[in-house]
């Protein structure tokens, strides 16, 4: 008599039972043992259709504990075995911040409307370095662990979206220095600062997009990833960080404001360091390119799921 196939929660129960696995496979597979009972996920040929990106939120929420799970192991081991700890996630921006306030303000001079130039480049420098390393790590993060796509089955995108938790939360920590800075060159805060919030979330929903698009696409060419710290090298000075919007000219602003991240920097300045409303046409059509975006980069990815454990 033949043997009964196994159920999909006998399946995951086997592959769970080595112990010689790296903490990301560990980490996971603990928070796969908690819900046992999820349903069984048949992975179909890869489509690209924007239904994908219902069911792959439905999805996205069983494992949301994963997500968590998987976003504080990131942080567990960022600075592990590091002497200075936390205090790496304050060292870039400051010192970021060191070198350009020595060189626009000695070498050259850039406008800023009155505040300090340290104020005014942390305050750009925080918006991006959230948003550029959330990418830069997000990329490779698939193609760094290739066990966990051949062994188990969860959601590809809770990989990239840990780095974006780890990202956002050395961003909270940086923020208090910005706060720090600004007591002490008597800059004040308004109750405009409360646009900084939807600010940050679109600024992370398109961190989000670009990191979905390249993570999938990084599985099917490695040269993504080698140019990706190039590519936000230059895309870093093609945004108001370290100058003012108002140094662009004005017939070419319209044209600048065509990248999102620019006018959410922008808009993010003027409401922290200005004290004043962002200019809330440019802040709706940057909403409007991550509302686009979003999706279109969460169904490309979606589509790419089920060759990647064949490719990576």
Same mark, same amino acid.
């Given at each position: 008599?033949?043997?009964?196939?196994?159920?999909?929660?006998?399946?995951?129960?086997?592959?769970?039972?080595?112990?010689?696995?790296?903490?990301?496979?560990?980490?996971?597979?603990?928070?796969?043992?908690?819900?046992?009972?999820?349903?069984?996920?048949?992975?179909?040929?890869?489509?690209?259709?924007?239904?994908?990106?219902?069911?792959?939120?439905?999805?996205?929420?069983?494992?949301?504990?994963?997500?968590?799970?998987?976003?504080?192991?990131? /942080?567990?081991?960022?600075?592990?075995?590091?002497?200075?700890?936390?205090?790496?996630?304050?060292?870039?921006?400051?010192?970021?911040?060191?070198?350009?306030?020595?060189?626009?303000?000695?070498?050259?001079?850039?406008?800023?409307?009155?505040?300090?130039?340290?104020?005014?480049?942390?305050?750009?420098?925080?918006?991006?370095?959230?948003?550029?390393?959330?990418?830069?790590?997000?990329?490779?993060? /698939?193609?760094?662990?290739?066990?966990? /796509?051949?062994?188990?089955?969860?959601?590809?995108?809770?990989?990239?979206?840990?780095?974006?938790?780890?990202?956002?939360?050395?961003?909270?920590?940086?923020?208090?220095?910005?706060?720090?800075?600004?007591?002490?060159?008597?800059?004040?805060?308004?109750?405009?600062?409360?646009?900084?919030?939807?600010?940050?979330?679109?600024?992370?929903?398109?961190?989000?997009?670009?990191?979905?698009?390249?993570?999938?696409?990084?599985?099917?060419?490695?040269?993504?990833?080698?140019?990706?710290?190039?590519?936000?090298?230059?895309?870093?000075?093609?945004?108001?960080?370290?100058?003012?919007?108002?140094?662009?000219?004005?017939?070419?602003?319209?044209?600048?404001?065509?990248?999102?991240?620019?006018?959410?920097?922008?808009?993010?300045?003027?409401?922290?360091?200005?004290?004043?409303?962002?200019?809330?046409?440019?802040?709706?059509?940057?909403?409007?390119?991550?509302?686009?975006?979003?999706?279109?980069?969460?169904?490309?990815?979606?589509?790419?799921?089920?060759?990647?454990?064949?490719?990576?």
């Amino acid at each position: 008599m033949s043997t009964p196939p196994e159920t999909g929660t006998a399946s995951v129960q086997k592959r769970s039972a080595p112990t010689a696995w790296p903490a990301d496979q560990q980490a996971i597979s603990a928070s796969l043992e908690k819900k046992l009972a999820r349903p069984i996920k048949v992975i179909r040929p890869p489509a690209f259709s924007i239904a994908a990106v219902s069911s792959g939120l439905r999805t996205l929420a069983q494992y949301s504990d994963l997500l968590y799970t998987l976003g504080l192991f990131r /942080l567990s081991v960022r600075y592990k075995q590091s002497a200075l700890g936390w205090t790496w996630a304050a060292l870039q921006p400051l010192g970021l911040m060191g070198i350009y306030t020595i060189i626009f303000t000695r070498v050259t001079t850039i406008a800023t409307g009155g505040i300090p130039y340290p104020v005014f480049v942390f305050s750009g420098l925080l918006p991006w370095i959230f948003f550029s390393s959330t990418i830069s790590n997000a990329v490779n993060g /698939l193609v760094l662990y290739p066990n966990l /796509l051949t062994k188990m089955y969860f959601p590809r995108e809770i990989i990239p979206l840990s780095y974006l938790f780890a990202s956002f939360t050395d961003f909270c920590i940086t923020s208090l220095i910005l706060g720090s800075l600004m007591l002490y060159y008597k800059v004040s805060l308004s109750w405009h600062l409360l646009y900084a919030i939807p600010i940050v979330v679109m600024l992370a929903g398109f961190a989000a997009a670009i990191a979905l698009f390249f993570s999938a696409l990084q599985v099917h060419f490695r040269d993504v990833g080698l140019a990706m710290p190039f590519l936000l090298q230059v895309w870093m000075f093609t945004v108001p960080v370290v100058y003012s919007l108002e140094a662009i000219p004005v017939r070419l602003r319209t044209l600048y404001l065509l990248d999102p991240v620019a006018g959410l920097i922008d808009s993010f300045r003027r409401v922290v360091i200005d004290g004043t409303a962002p200019d809330f046409r440019t802040l709706t059509f940057s909403g409007a390119i991550v509302i686009v975006c979003l999706p279109l980069a969460y169904a490309f990815f979606k589509s790419s799921e089920a060759t990647m454990a064949d490719l990576i």
